[in-house]
């Protein structure tokens, strides 16, 4: 079975779980504390995709989120493959910027693979107007979307075999 | 040792050349020890992670570009076991095209500094949810922006959403009102704003333009006034409100209006005292210029009168006025003339009794109790230096008396100075005072307690400043319609002020001294009195009097005369006391009916002035019963 090396994106603003999603995704843990990530954090795993009979080895890049990747965000984006843009469900806002995330690593990587996730859906009662707006966005892009909680662990597989399998077409 | 490659200015920076397999082919020592690698060889994606997966993008880099790729802030952990670090990693296509430079630089302690500071920013920002709109403003003018804005602009942003609830809110402005805003209503964090819900919501509308609130409080117990601006949101539905301090000028602005504002009700105040005075003062300049014509046509009548009495009088001493026509003629012009006299003397006692009204409207009452107090305490180191025990015992509370304040308190104290200036050394002066139907009496007594047989008062030479000092005593009492005694007893001096009570005091005394007037006066019923070598007797049950068994018909106010001169008959009775005996119930009396008085009573007596019999008159002072 053949192994490919992708590199991944986490993208989004601050504090909205990226470190945790990796940390849920790799390590299958959840640390509550928050701590902002500075620059870039390198993390791997591997998903196999018997479909494809092929094992895709994602290099997830951890980056600091909000203004402080913006000055940096070209060089952070260089070679990506596919990107996990994320939204805090407890932060409207961070939903809407997902979209000039999106402009911004296609302009660079043209044709990457793009994964909406709304994380902390832990945090909220009822999915469903969670569910619509992240959907608005996502179908703009052609892009799938899920409901995750790092917390609970609830989309975080799904999320990143998403764009494992998306990677591995490319 | 990595001979053909330039090394870095920078000593801490670690160099390493890789080939066109993406293999770390050499480096410097400093790499090494930067990275963590000590076996050349080693897939570039195995020493440094972040390479993994972008190979063919390094591989793109020789044919397309860029030639160099920078990426800053790698976290780094060293395949040697060693701690981790944040790398500054810099990858550059060789001079062959085939292969890539590649430094690294150890920026762990930079990345430890800025990671605090972005810690610290992104909590405070999940803190407060930062909205969209403040986001935005902090995307291009970058982060601490709202921070900056209150440390050097003292502005607080707050933003609402639609329903006027608030979205999030500058640090500062939770720290200065102590307390998380995000989720509560606007109107309840600021309750100055409450009832302004409708007009705001038009500005989310759109339907009203940016509003400016200058020198808001925004809390009751905060003393600082803030400037408010609202405006619409852009982002959303809502509104941005961005709060400022209040400058200094505008408190000073409201300051001076409130002032003037002050300033203008009392000008207006002042117009309206000096209108009514100078109404007041004309209403008295008429008055006293009708009464000054009054008199004089009232002076020229009773002068006429009195020539008709005197000629007829001159003609009926004559030898030819005994025939009986022309005495009878006489008589008739003489009564006529009296009778005259008698209507203008009822026209000076009305004319005098609205005048006494008029002082009275004037005065104010005044505090004996008081008064009195300040004019001892004022004079007791005085006395002490003479010698003197100047003592003062007064009632609980007494009544108030009509007049003016400053003048009674002067006159007051020039009777303690005459006391004193009387007073023997070891003398004791006593002042005390008391209530008398509708007088005030004031006693000032100089005597010496154990010792009645030595008198404690100098001797008065008539030219003596004590004079002077009783004198305008008696000025001062008698302008406020009081009258003053003065008694050298053998032990010692009494002095007696009698001073009117003011207004109401004075009308419920008048209902004491009506229930029991005559008991009032002390005189028994049948009680004898021996006046003149004769018997006088009074009746107060029948009002009626008799004079050596010989009944007297006495008017009502004449037997009031009598009454008073008999329990009075050891002193000489003054003027002004019997106009205030007998006129309060008659109304005001005058002196020149006072005299008519006491001729009609005198005549009635059988008494005479010339004989100075049983009503005699001490001249410049008044009357006395001889005993």
Redesign the interface.
């Known amino acids: 079975m053949p192994v490919i090396?992708?590199?991944?994106c986490l993208l989004g603003e601050?504090?909205v779980g990226k470190t945790s999603l990796i940390r849920r995704f790799v390590h299958n843990r959840f640390e509550a504390d928050?701590?902002?990530t500075?620059?870039?954090?390198?993390s791997?795993k591997e998903v196999v995709l018997p479909e494809h009979d092929t094992t895709v080895?994602?290099?997830l890049?951890d980056l600091?989120g909000?203004?402080?990747a913006?000055s940096?965000e070209e060089?952070?984006y260089?070679?990506g493959?596919g990107a996990l843009l994320v939204a805090d469900v407890?932060?409207p806002?961070t939903v809407?910027?997902l979209n000039t995330y999106a402009m911004t690593y296609t302009r660079i990587n043209p044709g990457a693979a793009l994964v909406f996730a709304c994380n902390k859906m832990d945090l909220v009662p009822d999915e469903t107007p969670y569910r619509l707006k992240l959907a608005e966005i996502a179908q703009r892009w052609r892009a799938p979307f899920f409901l995750t909680s790092a917390r609970d662990g609830r989309g975080v597989e799904d999320a990143f075999r998403a764009l494992a399998y998306l990677v591995a077409r490319r | 040792m990595y001979p053909s490659f330039p090394l870095s200015k920078e000593n801490e920076t670690g160099l390493a050349r890789i080939d066109a397999d993406l293999r770390l082919q050499d480096y410097s020592p400093f790499f090494a020890q930067v990275v963590g690698v000590t076996t050349p060889g080693l897939p570039l994606?195995e020493v440094l992670?972040?390479f993994?997966?972008?190979?063919?993008?390094?591989r793109q880099m020789r044919q397309r570009g860029p030639r160099i790729?920078?990426?800053?802030?790698?976290?780094h952990i060293p395949p040697d076991g060693s701690e981790p670090r944040?790398l500054d990693l810099s990858i550059a296509v060789d001079e062959t095209g085939e292969g890539w430079h590649l430094s690294a630089r150890d920026v762990t302690a930079a990345?430890e500094r800025?990671?605090q500071e972005?810690?610290r920013f992104?909590?405070i920002?999940?803190r407060g949810?930062?909205?969209?709109a403040a986001?935005h403003l902090?995307?291009r003018l970058?982060?601490g922006i709202l921070v900056a804005l209150w440390e050097h602009l003292g502005l607080m942003l707050a933003v609402v959403d639609a329903n006027l609830i608030i979205e999030a809110v500058t640090p500062p402005t939770t720290m200065t009102l102590q307390r998380p805003l995000i989720g509560l209503p606007l109107t309840e964090v600021l309750p100055t704003l409450a009832g302004l819900e409708g007009e705001l919501q038009r500005i989310v509308r759109g339907e009203a333009a940016p509003w400016r609130l200058p020198g808001l409080q925004l809390d009751p117990e905060l003393p600082q006034h803030w400037d408010i601006l609202f405006i619409p949101r852009t982002?959303a539905a809502g509104l941005l409100i961005i709060v400022q301090r209040t400058v200094n000028e505008t408190l000073i602005e409201q300051e001076l209006r409130q002032q003037r504002n002050e300033l203008t009700l009392l000008h207006k105040e002042l117009e309206a005292q000096a209108m009514a005075l100078r109404t007041a003062n004309e209403r008295l300049v008429n008055l006293d210029r009708e009464r000054r014509a009054l008199m004089a046509l009232i002076v020229g009548d009773i002068k006429s009168a009195l020539s008709v009495i005197g000629g007829y009088s001159e003609w009926l001493t004559r030898p030819a006025s005994t025939a009986i026509a022309f005495q009878q003629e006489a008589v008739v012009s003489i009564r006529e003339a009296v009778a005259q006299i008698d209507r203008l003397l009822d026209r000076v006692m009305t004319i005098e009794r609205l005048e006494n009204k008029l002082v009275q409207l004037q005065r104010t009452p005044c505090d004996v109790h008081l008064l009195l107090e300040e004019a001892v305490v004022m004079r007791q180191e005085h006395a002490r230096m003479q010698h003197l025990d100047l003592q003062i015992e007064l009632p609980e509370r007494l009544p108030p008396v009509s007049g003016d304040a400053q003048v009674l308190a002067e006159g007051f104290g020039r009777l303690l100075d005459y006391a004193i200036g009387r007073a023997i050394p070891s003398a004791r002066i006593e002042v005390s005072s008391r209530v008398w139907k509708e007088w005030v009496l004031v006693e000032v007594t100089v005597g010496i307690p154990g010792r009645p047989e030595q008198a404690a008062v100098k001797a008065l030479p008539s030219s003596s400043q004590h004079v002077f000092e009783l004198t305008q005593v008696r000025l001062v009492v008698e302008s406020h319609d009081g009258h003053l005694a003065l008694e050298e007893t053998k032990n010692g001096l009494q002095l007696v002020v009698w001073l009117p009570l003011a207004g109401e005091a004075k009308d419920r005394s008048n209902v004491t001294v009506d229930r029991g007037k005559d008991d009032a006066m002390g005189l028994g019923q049948y009680e004898p009195l021996v006046v003149a070598g004769g018997t006088l007797r009074l009746d107060r049950t029948r009002r009626q009097a008799w004079l050596y068994e010989r009944p007297l018909l006495l008017t009502p106010l004449e037997y009031r005369l009598l009454v008073y001169l008999a329990q009075h008959r050891d002193r000489v009775i003054g003027h002004k006391e019997l106009l205030a005996v007998l006129g309060h119930e008659e109304g005001e009396m005058s002196l020149n009916h006072l005299r008519v008085l006491i001729a009609r009573l005198r005549n009635k007596l059988g008494d005479s002035e010339e004989a100075s019999g049983i009503l005699r008159t001490v001249r410049g002072v008044g009357y006395t019963l001889a005993s």
């Open positions: 090396q992708r590199k991944i601050f504090a928050y701590l902002a500075i620059g870039v954090h390198i791997r080895v994602l290099v890049w600091s909000g203004e402080m913006s940096l060089a952070y260089r070679g493959a407890l932060r806002d809407a910027v | 994606a992670p972040v993994a997966g972008v190979e063919d993008w390094l790729w920078e990426l800053r802030f790698v976290h944040y990345a800025l990671h972005v810690q992104n909590d920002r999940i949810h930062q909205p969209p986001h902090m995307r970058g982060p982002d």
